[in-house]
């Protein structure tokens, strides 16, 4: 193999460090915390590796450049854990850009005195074993109250905003916290407290590694804890963690190779490999980021969706209120009309006459539209009261078309009723909610017929009772049909030929037919080819009983 054991080791630990560091700063590269823990990640990352190979290279010049890293890197390692604990405790200074660059201007010029001056590094000795060991300058103990003090300011920052946070919140201090004082402890036993004893030991190289890499657990408690709080995704994790152990194998790989074109074969897979993988994150973040995307506009969806229905229930109570209030003075005004029309309080001229029977109409036209709101508002609160009762369907439309009659006469339509040669047997209906049904469809047949006339039949059909409403007028466009029953729909043909309308007759009828167990529905031939309104009615319903009830009607959504 053309590395050793130990150098694989470190190689491996260097770039899962750089691994770490490059994905939690890739996730958020604004986020102040991500951007202090890839500058933490990369100072112990060259503290690590200058540490490793000041004690591990034979050449002793270039050992000793490895001692002037190793001081060096460790001041910005001092410097990076401060930081580090500011943004997590997120210090308001942290957000000044001149604050931020101070951490790396500081232990900068400190480097600079380690390399350019003998003030803190003043040249090297060599003992028995031909390892080096420095000798210190005038300002070697500036340098280590500085690299001491500056990691334990930042240990106190955490602890005085882990005592200000709520307990669900205190993850990512407690990690931090752990991560910190775990390496300190072991860099201060192997490296201060217990030297004389590693130094003499049988596993002296054990005790080195273990010192040297012990700072990985500064990495290792706060990444976990920013992945976990802030950044962390199943899939997405997922999708990384294998990326990240199939990588790590194909990079093993190529320290233990036995010849250099089995190096050069495995460095080309190791970059296969991870193009392919990296294609293959992205892939799943996008796939993960587009799902949260739909789901955060669902969430905006479903509270819009609540909104409008709390705001229709309001609509629908506030058309309530207005129309009871509106009912009473109109029912008194269309009394007073008719008794003045039937000369209850004398004689009225034929001028007068005339002036009346419009206000009559006008008003009871009003009263009507006042009739189809209460029972929107009611439909839609489920307020609609039933009296259910045996009823021959023959009798009651049959009464209605006699009422119709004399309309049908006075603009020259005929109006004509077609019943079974075999009587239907009783339907348990409210009588008074179908005739409504019916009377609409009625008026409306012979409110948009110009000529011709309007048949009103009544037939059997399987274990159906059949009401169905057909005629010779402006008929209905096909785009139409589907659009006939809904709140407030007139289409242009009816509002061209009849100004007066709401819209809401075939809602309410379409309500109270369903109501009943049954359906309503348009058919047409097309413009000016008639059409045709179907009711029907089952024979038996065991939903429906005797007697007053307060089923309410179908569910209504909003469009």
């Excluded at 053309?2 to 986020?31: A, C, H, N, Q, R």
């Excluded at 202090?36 to 112990?44: D, N, Q, R, W, Y």
């Excluded at 003043?122 to 028995?128: A, Q, S």
């Excluded at 005929?414 to 469809?441: Q, T």
Aim: overall charge neutral; glycine content about 6%.
């Amino acid at each position: 193999m053309f590395f050793t054991l130990g150098s694989i080791f470190v190689l491996v630990i260097s770039f899962f460090l750089l691994l770490l560091g490059s994905f939690v700063f890739y996730k958020d590269s604004k986020e102040h915390t991500n951007q202090s823990f890839f500058f933490l990640t990369i100072s112990i990352l060259i503290w690590t590796l200058s540490r490793y190979f000041e004690d591990n290279i034979s050449n002793v010049p270039l050992s000793y450049i490895f001692m002037l890293l190793d001081f060096a890197s460790g001041a910005f390692f001092a410097f990076s854990i401060l930081l580090f604990c500011l943004d997590i405790v997120k210090n308001r200074f942290t957000k000044n850009v001149f604050f931020r660059t101070a951490f790396f201007i500081l232990p900068a010029c400190l480097s600079i005195l380690i390399f350019w001056t003998p003030l803190i590094i003043d040249g090297y000795t060599l003992d028995e074993a031909n390892v080096i060991n420095p000798i210190y300058g005038s300002l070697e103990l500036l340098y280590d109250v500085i690299v001491l003090l500056v990691p334990l300011l930042g240990v106190g920052f955490i602890i005085f905003g882990l005592r200000k946070t709520k307990p669900e919140e205190r993850g990512p201090y407690l990690y931090s916290l752990l991560g910190i004082f775990l390496s300190v402890a072991i860099i201060l036993g192997t490296n201060v407290l217990f030297v004389d004893y590693i130094a003499t030991s049988s596993h002296y190289q054990i005790y080195s590694l273990l010192g040297t890499f012990s700072p990985l657990l500064i990495i290792l408690f706060p990444g976990y804890a920013i992945l976990r709080y802030r950044l962390f995704n199943t899939k997405v994790f997922a999708a990384e963690t294998f990326s990240f152990i199939i990588l790590s194998i194909t990079f093993v790989q190529i320290f233990v190779s036995d010849n250099f074109p089995q190096i050069i074969v495995r460095s080309l897979t190791f970059f296969a490999m991870f193009f392919m993988l990296g294609l293959f994150v992205k892939s799943v973040g996008r796939e993960v980021k587009r799902k949260e995307e739909l789901q955060v506009l669902s969430d905006k969806l479903a509270v819009a969706n609540e909104r409008l229905q709390q705001l229709d229930l309001e609509k629908s109570e506030f058309i309530s209120i207005a129309s009871h209030q509106l009912r009473t003075p109109l029912t008194a005004i269309k009394g007073y009309i008719s008794l003045v029309l039937e000369g209850s309080y004398g004689e009225v001229p034929a001028s007068i006459q005339d002036i009346m029977n419009k206000v009559y109409t006008v008003n009871d036209r009003l009263t009507h539209l006042v009739e189809d709101l209460l029972n929107v508002s009611r439909i839609e609160a489920g307020r609609i009261q039933y009296n259910f009762e045996p009823t021959h369907l023959e009798g009651l439309v049959g009464e209605l078309v006699d009422m119709f009659t004399l309309t049908a006469k006075n603009k020259g339509l005929s109006l004509s009723l077609k019943l079974p040669a075999k009587p239907l047997p009783e339907l348990l209906i409210d009588p008074n909610k179908i005739k409504e049904v019916v009377s609409n469809l009625i008026d409306n047949s012979l409110k948009y017929t110009k000529e011709g006339g309007t048949t009103v039949s009544v037939e059997a059909v399987k274990k159906t009772a059949r009401i169905i409403i057909s005629d010779t007028g402006i008929g209905i466009k096909p785009e139409n049909i589907t659009r006939l029953f809904e709140k407030f729909t007139r289409t242009k043909e009816t509002t061209k030929m009849v100004a007066s309308g709401t819209g809401l007759g075939l809602y309410v009828g379409k309500n109270f037919v369903e109501a009943h167990g049954g359906k309503i529905w348009a058919e047409s031939d097309g413009v000016d080819k008639g059409s045709r309104f179907i009711i029907e009615l089952p024979f038996v319903n065991s939903k429906i009983k005797a007697g007053t009830s307060d089923q309410p009607t179908r569910a209504v959504t909003l469009s």
